[in-house]
């Protein structure tokens, strides 16, 4: 009897094998990869926030003595209402608004108009989303004494 059930038990557990194979290969293709390639989901209201906040790049400010370059210094916005700043070079020479520490938004990339316009031309207009609340600090490449600062809160309301 034994010499007889043998066969069938291996040839249970190779089909048993070849289920669990193929349902690890299904999970590791089908919701495995996407999750880790995916960007996070974000909100329209993140993505697209209905109140841009506007800020300047001051006159003079390539000037070291020149204490008011970003203004305001300090700019306040709100997850899902305010959390785009919209920054205008006033001045007659070119600025930058640079990460002081590398930041990486998860949607949208470095905070740094390097990578994209380079520098803000004189009368130019660089935008960015924040897409995650926090303290973002930031300088300009060409003139270090120029910082900034964005913080971006949760709207608990
Ligand atoms: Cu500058």
């Known amino acids: 009897m034994e010499r007889v059930n043998k066969p069938q038990i291996s040839g249970i557990s190779i ?6 194979v193929a349902i690890s290969l299904t999970y590791y293709q089908f919701v495995f990869m996407p999750t880790l390639s995916a960007k996070p989901i974000v909100s329209e209201e ?6 841009p906040i506007q800020a300047s790049i ?4 390539s000037q070291p003595s020149q204490t008011e370059t970003y203004e305001p210094k300090e ?6 209402t305010s959390n785009k ?9 070119p600025h930058t608004v640079t990460t002081d520490n590398d930041y990486e938004d ?32 930031y ?8 910082t ?9 309301s």
């Open 139 to 146: 300088h300009c490449e060409p003139h270090p004494w120029m």
């Open 58 to 61: 001051v006159p003079g400010s």
């Open 106 to 137: 998860p949607t949208n990339g470095r905070f740094d108009t390097m990578p994209t316009i380079g520098l803000i031309p004189p009368g130019g207009t660089w935008e960015f989303t924040f897409t995650e609340d926090g303290e973002y600090l």
């Open 15 to 20: 089909v048993s094998f070849i289920i669990v």
């Open 148 to 156: 900034g600062k964005v913080s971006i809160q949760k709207d608990f």
């Open 46 to 51: 993140i993505l697209n926030p209905s109140e």
């Open 85 to 93: 700043v919209v920054w205008t070079n006033n001045d007659v020479v």
């Open 75 to 80: 700019i306040i916005g709100k997850l899902g």
